[in-house]
């Protein structure tokens, strides 16, 4: 659907190119890109979990130049809903969201609370057995340059599942009295709730001071319930084979349950290309600015829950992997050495220390794969568990990648253990699976 209009924003694209702009306005742009990408923080709601693959996209600049694949038809279904024109840049990219604004799935909240000289409303929210995106706006008499989400929760009578959760960390607006945005919640197996009343709580610093903000809603519908396809499929791709279980299409997101042969010799770190396809070749590719994959070897794709092709494939072309000597990371952050690695020598340590640890990927280049945060878990010396809550990703104008991270402790023994969760090396092949027909 939008791979034609691409084919003519890209032509437009180039055009625009050539065309001049000021430099000092581009140069503040580029610079709140890098500081809105070095404060904003993937975090999960609880410690334990912190070894989802939590995958959020967290470079502003690079929203900014991709932008121009908006789907116009997109941008006008949502901008047509009152209330949601100011949310189309944090939504765009995703057929899955197309399908729910136009199948009226997005359900219109509008609660509002106002503490100190600031307003937060719930606008809306999209709610399915993987998760909740709620869309929020932020209000103030006064600019809110500087206001920072602390942290944030979600409640229901009903235990929520312990799940992970991306939002932005800082508003990036100067003189803004408005800040649009969104919180998605990600459960970590499927739920359905059956009583549809929630709370959303949220701790906001503003101006020197926290606000504590909590926010009670109730939805009117329950949510549209997956629909499984069981495969038990093995496939192959240069001699690393996989079982592709079940697939699940949910409104929000397609859950495909995968399996690894023990006997593989390499790490599958990310499917590059997993996506279904259409018997006319529409694509339904992998989350876009959101999580990927999960700890159980669930990987996310977009929905095409609102759609009924004749036939359905699910592709594989092109995956991330390493020898599985390799994919451990093993840092010494007292002596800032690598001990072991990939060999290919492209990742450096930048700085270390018993906080925190700062590496770096040198002529990277422009690859969003880039943009993902590179170390899902790890462990001390004693196998002691090691958390990094947060990480800031980040490319210089050198073509740098950049990850500098935190880490949750300094009472640990060297050297570390960290499992890469992405690293530019590839295998590819040609995997084709017929789910309907």
Request: hydrophobic fraction near 35%; charged fraction near 30%; charge should be negative.
């Amino acid at each position: 659907m939008f791979e034609k209009e691409e084919v003519k924003l890209n032509e437009m694209k180039e055009q625009l190119d050539k065309i001049h702009l000021p430099l000092d306005e581009a140069d503040d742009a580029i610079r709140l890109g890098f500081d809105r990408a070095r404060r904003d923080k993937v975090k999960s709601r609880k410690k334990r979990n912190r070894i989802w693959s939590l995958v959020v996209a967290a470079l502003l600049f690079f929203t900014f130049v991709t932008s121009i694949r908006v789907s116009p038809a997109f941008a006008n279904a949502v901008a047509s809903i009152p209330g949601m024109e100011k949310f189309v840049d944090l939504i765009q990219f995703d057929k899955g969201l197309e399908g729910i604004f136009k199948n009226d799935y997005y359900q219109k909240v509008d609660v509002v609370q106002k503490k100190n000289g600031l307003t937060l409303t719930i606008d809306g929210v999209i709610l399915d057995e993987t998760g909740m995106n709620v869309y929020y706006t932020m209000q103030s008499q006064e600019a809110v340059n500087g206001l920072s989400i602390q942290s944030v929760d979600l409640k229901n009578e009903q235990d929520i599942p312990p799940s992970g959760m991306s939002y932005g960390g800082s508003s990036p607006f100067e003189k803004s009295r408005e800040w649009a945005s969104q919180i998605k919640y990600y459960f970590q197996e499927p739920t359905l709730f059956k009583d549809l009343s929630f709370t959303v709580e949220m701790d906001v610093l503003f101006q020197g001071e926290t606000i504590s903000f909590s926010l009670p809603f109730e939805l009117k519908e329950n949510v549209k319930q997956g629909k499984t396809i069981v495969l038990n499929q093995e496939v192959e791709i240069e001699g690393q084979k996989l079982t592709i279980r079940e697939i699940t299409i949910y409104p929000l997101r397609i859950a495909v349950k995968v399996a690894f042969d023990e006997s593989n010799t390499k790490k599958i770190l990310k499917f590059e290309d997993m996506r279904l396809e259409d018997e006319k070749g529409e694509v339904w590719g992998s989350i876009k600015n959101g999580v990927v994959s999960r700890g159980d070897d669930t990987y996310f794709l977009q929905s095409n829950y609102f759609e009924e092709p004749k036939e359905l494939y699910l592709r594989i072309n092109k995956m991330q992997a390493l020898d599985k000597n390799e994919a451990t990371l093993v840092v010494d952050t007292d002596k800032g050495e690598i001990l072991n690695g990939p060999k290919d020598g492209k990742l450096k340590i930048n700085e270390s220390s018993r906080s925190g640890l700062h590496l770096i990927m040198p002529n990277a280049g422009d690859d969003p794969t880039h943009s993902y945060d590179i170390i899902s878990t790890g462990k001390d010396a004693n196998g002691k568990k090691i958390y990094i809550p947060s990480t800031a990703m980040y490319m210089d104008e050198e073509g740098t990648r950049h990850w500098d991270m935190t880490i949750e402790t300094s009472n640990y023994t060297n050297p570390l253990h960290l499992e890469l969760a992405f690293y530019p090396n590839y295998i590819t092949g040609n995997v084709k699976v017929e789910l309907k027909k």
